[in-house]
């Protein structure tokens, strides 16, 4: 059975991290890519990151590039977002989900996390 799970949301002022966890189980990073979105109330799901199944290779939206860092630790299935330098309009629901293609369209990818909320204010 296919099941993500995100951790790791929570308050930061600007300029703030913190690091998002997508624990993931009934498959492995050669069966699927990996992406990052996040969406707010009224929003469609923006994509954020995402990392490839075939090479690890890491994508990243305009709006995140040098603040953000997609990882995976494949002894753990578990892929990370180290969100630096934040700023008030990061303050979103972020979910990870799982597809064969690593891309931002969030109607490629399949299987879904719960959400994890983030929120950047002073």
């Known amino acids: 059975q296919v099941q993500l799970v995100e951790s790791g949301g929570g308050s930061v002022q600007p300029g703030g991290s913190l690091r998002l966890s997508c624990a993931f189980s009934?498959?492995?990073?050669?069966?699927?890519?990996i992406g990052w979105f996040r969406q707010v109330p009224g929003k469609e799901r923006e994509g954020v990151s995402c990392?490839?199944?075939?090479?690890?290779?890491?994508h990243y939206s305009d709006s995140v590039k040098g603040r953000f860092t997609i990882s995976s630790d494949n002894a753990k299935n578990t892929v990370y977002l180290q969100m630096n330098s934040l700023k008030p309009e990061d303050t979103a629901a972020y979910y990870c989900?799982?597809?064969?293609?690593?891309?931002?369209?969030?109607?490629?990818?399949?299987?879904w996390g719960q959400g994890t909320q983030v929120t950047v204010s002073s």
């Open positions: 989900g799982a597809g064969h293609d690593a891309n931002s369209n969030y109607a490629t990818y399949f299987y």
């Open positions: 009934g498959f492995t990073l050669d069966d699927y890519a």
């Open positions: 990392i490839e199944s075939s090479d690890g290779s890491t």
